[in-house]
């Protein structure tokens, strides 16, 4: 059985935009599965691309926040 981390998410639809021409400005926030906050999914596969990864689609909207050590001081 595979480790799981490139099993995790949903693979990102950049066949659906044109990668060179740049994304567009809409906000559609996305997590990848490296837990960073992407702008929307075209952004998601500029960066892929740039740098050589597979990040994937953990989930749409915003990446869950770590638990805070102390809520009340």
Do not use: W
């Not at 099993?7 to 994304?23: F, H, L, S, V």
């Not at 400005?25 to 599965?33: A, E, L, Q, R, S």
């Amino acid at each position: 059985e595979p480790d799981g981390a490139g099993d995790q998410g949903t693979e990102a639809a950049c066949g659906n935009y044109d990668i060179r021409k740049g994304c567009t400005k809409n906000f559609d926030p996305i997590c990848g599965t490296d837990n960073v906050l992407y702008g929307n999914e075209c952004l998601l596969c500029v960066q892929n691309m740039q740098r050589h990864t597979n990040v994937r689609i953990k989930n749409r909207g915003k990446c869950q926040e770590p638990s805070p050590r102390s809520s009340s001081a």
